[in-house]
């Protein structure tokens, strides 16, 4: 029991440390506040953990955050993993707790494990829901790419520039894409070639569909040819990848459609339809 208590008083403290230097708004922030003034903003926060997760690691972290369309800051996602994990180890002392109160603690071997379950339980959601977030805006861009095609197909048969095409796609949606082309604008308002602006849109947002947008988009700019009939071209295939997808979609529905089918009517059916019939052999064995 002394090498429990001990195993307990260890997580207790690694917690209350993972809670009081996680970046929360209720611990530490006037000191922290008052600490970041005086430092330079490379080591005003986590600055050993760049270190300790690689530089590999924040690559990683960073493309994924762009993805999901968030600011490219691998620290801040690191922290909110380590503030995860806390919580988890909390929620596991909680529950050891419970279950000590209750006498049903007997290993020290098993309160480790599910202390260690937890924590890596909470690190790994926090992983999910930027990899989740990250699927949805691929999602949603690719949803919205025939819209956009087939404004900026419509604005350039209609004489406007290129430019002014990508304003009026741009302005007619509040989907990821839509921000994209903003930031198009934006960035080449700012002096940066409309080639390379484009060619920034197909790495923030890596889906196919996206791709051979922007890269046509980029031929024609290059090579000054006649864009009205390629952003027609596009904007059909992006309708027909649309079209496709919801098709997918539909089918992996469909599938999931049939597991309450099979799991609950069909054996209410069955049993309904057998129930008479065995009641009637009962019937039959007992006569008396």
């Known amino acids: 029991m002394n090498g ?16 009081i230097t996680a970046p929360t708004p209720w611990v530490g922030r006037r000191v922290r506040l008052r600490i970041a003034a005086h430092r330079a903003p490379s080591a005003a926060r986590g600055s050993w953990l760049p270190r300790l997760a690689g530089a590999a690691r924040m690559r990683g972290i960073a493309t994924r955050q762009v993805r999901a369309g968030l600011a490219a800051d691998p620290t801040a996602h690191l922290l909110q993993c380590l503030l995860a ?18 006498g049903l603690v007997h290993q020290p071997a098993a ?48 004489g406007a520039g290129l430019a002014h095409g990508l304003e009026l796609a741009s302005t007619g949606g509040d989907g990821p894409l839509a921000g994209e082309f903003t930031r198009v604008l934006q960035d080449t308002a700012s002096g940066m070639p409309l080639d390379a602006a484009l060619a920034a849109v197909a790495e923030r947002v890596p889906v196919a569909p996206v791709a051979r947008f922007v890269d046509a988009l980029r031929i024609t700019v290059e090579r000054g040819t006649p864009i009205r009939e390629v952003l027609h071209a596009q904007a059909s295939d992006a309708r027909a990848e649309a079209r496709r997808l919801l098709l997918e979609r539909a089918g992996r529905k469909e599938a999931l459609m049939l597991v309450p089918i099979v799991l609950l009517v069909l054996p209410a059916v069955v049993v309904v339809a057998l129930f008479p019939g065995l009641a009637e052999l009962g019937s039959l064995a007992n006569p008396g």
């Open 4 to 19: 429990l208590g001990a195993l307990l008083g260890l997580a207790i403290g690694t917690g209350a440390h993972l809670v």
């Open 85 to 102: 994990a806390s919580v988890g180890l909390a929620t596991g002392l909680l529950v050891v707790a419970a279950m000590t109160v209750a």
């Open 111 to 158: 309160v480790v494990v599910l202390l260690a379950v937890c924590t890596l339980a909470g690190w790994l959601l926090a992983e999910q829901r930027l990899d989740r977030a990250g699927r949805r805006r691929l999602a949603e861009a690719t949803v919205e790419l025939p819209g956009i095609a087939s404004t900026l197909a419509i604005a350039v048969a209609s």
